[in-house]
């Protein structure tokens, strides 16, 4: 039913935009460049000028997607006022575009559509394709260009696939169902390069970043009254080993494997500004969206995460433990 009702606004808005912006969420994972990837080649067959934007420049492993070269990553070299339509792609809420401000203050000027499957998400579209049962907003995506008529291509159809390989944690996590391996299936057959997402995406681990995992997984702790790990990564961690954040991409995942609790927590020192926390579960009964709702966070059911200002925690705070007795005391009250 959604599709029938907003595929064809959207098309519509798409195909009649002078001056399109797609944007991938900050911190961008292989789903939000795999949907707006795809998205922008459409774009581009069809000769309709675009810019793609992201606040975080994406992993080097990435390089063997199409077009990604063309994100730009700067906020300078955007302006709002030159676009009349913007495609926000994987979002949940909009804070995650890096625009946010900048979008609200220019709402009345431009057509935004919110294309996304988070069910946290908070519907701050024009048009809303939001659609929490699919594995991926690139499932979404394969869905709304196969419902328009819109042939794929090898590049689109690499793109489409690493998002669903990668939001589906290749294929094994709860949201893998029986649709989203048809649609793979659909899209090897239309030139998507299995092999080379598998080799780039999760063959990509050096020994120094091997190590620093293992230093990492050394620290996990269980809090035995409600059963959930959590471990930490500092600054220091990473400026010690002087590797890049993304060589710990993953990690999150790899700690849902630890099947003798009920979830995990991976709290990350990004910067002297923020602290990130990504939860993991694979039980039934555990939503941890919720858990990360108490930051002000969002996400699926089985994975979430959040972003702290540490400026909102006050000053020489115990981060860590800040953190994890919030969770308890959310634990404890279902509140």
């Known amino acids: 039913m959604i599709f029938r009702q907003t595929a064809p606004q959207i098309l519509k808005a798409v195909q009649t935009a002078n001056y399109p912006l797609l944007i991938s969420h900050e911190k961008p994972d292989g789903d939000t460049l795999g949907a707006s990837l795809a998205l922008s080649h459409y774009l581009k067959d069809q000769n309709i000028k675009h810019k793609h934007f992201c606040l975080d420049k994406p992993a080097d492993y990435f390089q063997y997607l199409s077009g990604i070269e063309n994100i730009i990553s700067d906020r300078n070299l955007i302006d709002l006022t030159e676009h009349d339509l913007v495609v926000v792609l994987d979002c949940g809420d909009i804070k995650r575009t890096g625009l946010a401000d900048g979008l609200l203050a220019n709402k009345n000027n431009l057509t935004l559509i919110n294309i996304d499957h988070h069910q946290t998400n908070t519907f701050y579209g024009d048009h809303n394709l939001v659609i929490p049962t699919a594995s991926s907003t690139s499932?979404?995506?394969y869905?709304?260009?196969v419902h328009s008529k819109i042939s794929i291509d090898k590049y689109m159809a690499t793109s489409l696939l690493t998002g669903i390989?990668?939001?589906t944690m290749n294929f094994t996590n709860a949201a893998t169902t029986q649709e989203c391996l048809e649609i793979a299936a659909k899209l090897l057959n239309q030139g998507a390069r299995i092999t080379q997402i598998i080799s780039y995406?999760?063959?990509?681990k050096s020994l120094a970043s091997l190590k620093l995992w293992g230093k990492i997984l050394s620290?996990?702790?269980i809090e035995p009254q409600f059963n959930f790990a959590h471990t930490i990564i500092t600054q220091q961690d990473l400026s010690e080993e002087q590797i890049p954040k993304e060589d710990l991409d993953g990690l999150a995942n790899f700690l849902s494997l630890l099947g003798e609790t009920?979830?995990?927590l991976l709290i990350t020192e990004e910067d002297e500004d923020?602290?990130?926390g990504s939860l993991r579960t694979t039980?039934?009964?555990i939503d941890v969206s919720t858990i990360a709702s108490t930051f002000g966070g969002g996400g699926h059911k089985k994975a979430a995460g959040f972003k702290i200002d540490r400026k909102t925690m006050g000053d020489n705070l115990d981060w860590k433990n800040f953190i994890i007795n919030a969770i308890i005391n959310k634990l404890t009250n279902g509140k």
């Not at 995406?201 to 990509?204: I, L, Y």
Request: no cysteine; charged share 35%.
């Open 201 to 204: 995406v999760t063959q990509n």
């Open 283 to 285: 039980k039934d009964h």
């Open 219 to 221: 620290r996990l702790e």
């Open 139 to 141: 499932e979404i995506i």
């Open 274 to 276: 923020f602290i990130k």
């Open 165 to 167: 390989v990668t939001d």
């Open 143 to 145: 869905k709304f260009l």
């Open 262 to 264: 009920d979830f995990i």
